[in-house]
């Protein structure tokens, strides 16, 4: 059974920093491609960052995080993370980790398995 959990979401002022985690089990980790999306109230469910498996760990961002937000992973852990900086207001969401065992990217569709997610408020 494939699971994905996230963890370290919180509250934090605008301008501060968080590192999400998300640890993967029940699958081949190293060869699935890793993706963050997040879900604010009221609205769709948005790409955040991905990594692939191959291409040496190829990232891509959503321009609304790109210079912010640093995706990486641990293949020997299983886990991903989503470290974010300079954290804004609208930051604020559900964060979602999710699996692919094709090439990822923003497409939401294209994910088999998602985490719970882990609330991250950001406080003006």
């Known amino acids: 059974q494939v699971q994905l959990v996230e963890s370290g979401g919180g509250l934090v002022q605008t301008g501060g920093s968080l590192r999400l985690s998300c ?14 999306f997040r879900q604010a109230p009221g609205k769709e469910r948005q790409f955040v960052a991905a990594i692939v498996t191959w291409n040496s760990g190829r990232t891509n961002y959503a321009d609304s995080v790109k210079g912010r937000f ?36 923003s497409n939401l ?16």
């Open 23 to 36: 640890a993967a089990s029940g699958l081949t980790f190293s060869r699935y491609s890793m993706g963050w």
């Open 70 to 105: 640093t995706i990486s992973r641990d293949n020997a852990k299983n886990t991903v993370y989503l470290q974010m900086n300079s954290l804004k207001p609208e930051d604020t969401a559900v964060y979602y980790c999710a699996a692919d065992a094709g090439s990822g990217g």
């Open 109 to 124: 569709r294209a994910y088999e398995y998602w985490g719970q997610g882990t609330q991250v408020t950001v406080s003006s």
